[in-house]
């Protein structure tokens, strides 16, 4: 998937950029967006750009695989060994405390597994295009072209 974003400063060898939530987002709140109608994330960039640059940005199909994966299935699984573990103490009211403590304990490992995964390349935004550098030649190609025609016309 492709988004036109905004450069908001290069830092460390890697553009931030300004995402906007776009309809394909929807309300899914799977991403770091929770409420907000935009994020800053670092990107790296393939490109060269500066600072208020409008870019093309790549986003990896992995990222769209293992968010969901992470974020529920780290919980989920550590519940139902929760629920297992309780189930060993016979007593219904442990069964219910270690199913919920060890879903919790799954939500902040999925917290720190996320953390992780956002810093490695592989799973960051590219940026691949540069479209203020596009927009700024045609402008120029044009200029050009019309000061040709007056100086064939004068």
Known sequence: MTEECKVTKI?????????????????CKVCAFNNADSIEIPAICDVK????????????QKQY???????????????????IAGSALKAEILMVVFAFSFAAIGLIAASLVDKLIRTNRVYMPVIVDRIMFRERSFEAENEAA?????????
Do not use: H, W
């Open 146 to 154: 019309e000061n040709e025609a007056e100086s064939e016309n004068g």
């Open 65 to 83: 695989v293992l968010a969901p994966l992470i974020l529920f299935g780290i919980p989920l699984f550590l519940f139902l060994i929760g629920l």
């Open 49 to 60: 750009c500066e600072k208020g640059d409008t870019v093309v940005v790549e986003m990896p």
């Open 11 to 27: 830092k460390g060898g890697f553009a931030y950029i300004k995402l906007e939530r776009s309809e394909r987002c929807g309300g």
